[in-house]
T-cell receptor, first 115, second 111 residues
Framework: GAVVSQHPSWVICKSGTSVKIECRSL??????MFWYRQFPKQSLMLMAT?????????EQGVEKDKFLINHASLTLSTLTVTSAHPEDSSFYIC???????????FGQGTRLTVV | QKEVEQDPGPLSVPEGAIVSLNCTYS??????FMWYRQYSRKGPELLMY????GNKEDGRFTAQVDKSSKYISLFIRDSQPSDSATYLC???????????FGAGTRLTVKP
């Protein structure tokens, strides 16, 4: 299957700071990437759909000014958590499709802890 | 009613058992059905996907889709301790839409 790399795998930051998470498709081009959030023992919650060269589409209830998404190239999307608070602590995962089928391939996830 | 319902478990079975994991859904427009395996603190890993109704087999794993009942299943034969993980069902309307996930079922296979 296609490979999606996410970095960093974990990060600890202080309240009020911003954190950037990168999602790269290593062996294919992805015009669309998806960003999810996952709380412990819960399923994936779609936050936004990232479209190369255009604005991201955010799900209802997700603050676009807090979770900034940039999809500047066909292989890279970034999620920046701005002015992070402890309640932003969570597991963030990206995914992308390689265009060959409906299945999506996921990154390794990033565990964010805001202290 | 949630679009995709999945029993979160936990489910515990002895090694070698046959495991049956299931999801139901409410929207008959779903066309693509996927099963992912997620180990703790890792991203989901695609196991199998099927289009519309029918069965698909890959090694010890068999996926079944019954669109008339809006019911999908994943069977694991000869389960191994390494199969211990959370299994997520997912479905989408077409190639381009985002997927809808079930809550995930936590499976433990005991040696």
């Amino acid at each position: 299957g296609a490979v999606v790399s996410q970095h960093p795998s974990w990060v600890i930051c202080k309240s009020g700071t911003s954190v950037k998470i990168e999602c790269r498709s290593l062996d294919f081009q992805a015009t669309t990437m998806f960003w999810y959030r996952q709380f412990p023992k819960q399923s994936l919650m779609l936050m936004a759909t990232s479209n190369e060269g255009s604005k991201a589409t955010y799900e209802q209830g997700v603050e676009k000014d807090k979770f900034l998404i940039n999809h500047a190239s066909l292989t890279l999307s970034t999620l920046t958590v701005t002015s992070a608070h402890p309640e932003d602590s969570s597991f963030y995962i990206c995914s992308a499709r390689d265009g060959g089928g409906p299945e999506a391939f996921f990154g390794q996830g990033t565990r964010l802890t805001v202290v | 009613q949630k679009e995709v319902e999945q029993d979160p478990g936990p489910l515990s079975v002895p090694e070698g058992a046959i495991v049956s994991l299931n999801c139901t859904y409410s929207n008959s427009a779903f066309q693509y059905f996927m099963w992912y395996r997620q180990y703790s603190r890792k991203g989901p890993e695609l196991l199998m996907y099927t289009y519309s109704s029918g069965n698909k087999e890959d090694g010890r794993f068999t996926a079944q889709v019954d669109k008339s009942s809006k019911y999908i299943s994943l069977f694991i034969r000869d389960s191994q301790p390494s199969d211990s993980a959370t299994y997520l069902c997912a479905m989408s309307f077409n190639n381009n839409n985002d997927m809808r996930f079930g809550a995930g079922t936590r499976l433990t296979v005991k040696p």
